[in-house]
């Protein structure tokens, strides 16, 4: 279980790291079952990322492995990203910027380049 | 436009009310365009109000007034909540809880009564 | 078959009667199909009620009759509103506002009560 | 926030450069929400492009840059795109003929080659 505190801390050591690189971003936690704890769209960060950042996170905590890890078998089996985005009504986002959290629940961050985002999604797990 | 750090303190205003009624909620505020822009869920609100706050927000900023003021419409017309429901692919909610705010956006709150509920939603206006 | 000079002749009555009455509205034009032609939201105009025009357009012009009709059959059926609604994906919304266009297609209009667009509507009827 | 009159003059300048070229066109205009706020269907125009203008007005509008560039982005990974739009509930449409506005909300055309629909909107932003 995510609690909103821990959530929040995470979320704003997401938000410092994304600061220092000078990039706006959405960043969301989720819990064990994918359900959104907490979320900051930081100013300038475009509203299609939205969806980004949770889609993240909830396939980071579906999954329980990076969103990298799950993209790299997806590149292998181009068909099945589409497949699972559509099974999942579009929740399923691999890719940079998803990680499970330590303590239960995931971090997903979107809003600039695979590195960037896999950067500040680091920052948020501390 | 509704920036994050005004957004945050929106938040913290809800939240304050509803932990001072001692009710766990989620409390969602969205920008003119009825974009996320930040979100909190409190330890122990329930997953199935997240999309409810989600909800009253987007709604009370599509349509510029109160949730209570539409719901009020609405229950003059049954057929028109599931309608609309469905025309906005599940978006639309109305009732207690969903306000503007001042400087533009929306606060959507969900998770106790519909007093409960308007009462943190208003709490947020400051 | 509606052509767009004919639909932005009407969008521009239904948009001078909209003026006069000092409602901003959102007026559509639709063809035979159901499908846009024209579309234009007035200053104002709030954007919950985009897909609400949009909707009565399609749905007058789906049936042939106009909204009122619709809506008055579907008042003695409550269940069937929402079975339609989510039988169409969301497209079906009877009531005022929505009527066949003479030459083909249909008008939907939305932002006001149900009397001031169905006054919208018969305005862009010429 | 793009008012009714400014979308016209793009809708205008957009259709006259569709004219000049001999192709029919869907042309959007949404605001920086993405919502729509004028749209045309030129005489011939397929309404499988109603969709198409709307979409990419919406995605240039979402992530504020030319829909060329988050195409060219997709191309160098595939999967993205069938994501993206699935996760954006079909609204994600990236590609030539999708362009951000200077005063704020975006252009999307679509009805010709990708060339042509980026013409077209070039076009509209005058």
């Given at each position: 279980m995510t609690d909103l505190e821990q959530a929040l801390e995470v979320l704003a050591r997401a938000r410092a790291a994304a600061e220092e690189i000078g990039v706006p971003m959405c960043i969301a936690v989720v819990d064990d079952g994918g359900h959104l704890v907490a979320f900051a769209r930081m100013d300038?960060?475009?509203?299609?990322?939205v969806d980004m950042a949770i889609g993240k996170a909830w396939t980071a905590a579906s999954a329980g492995v990076p969103g990298s890890v799950l993209g790299a078998l997806v590149e292998q089996n181009p068909r099945a990203a589409a497949v699972f985005s559509t099974a999942t009504d579009g929740r399923f986002l691999a890719g940079e910027g998803g990680l499970p959290l330590p303590g239960g629940g995931a971090i997903g961050v979107s809003g600039g380049t695979g590195d960037q985002d896999e950067i500040v999604a680091k920052a948020g797990l501390g």
């Open positions: 300038g960060a475009k509203f299609l990322t």
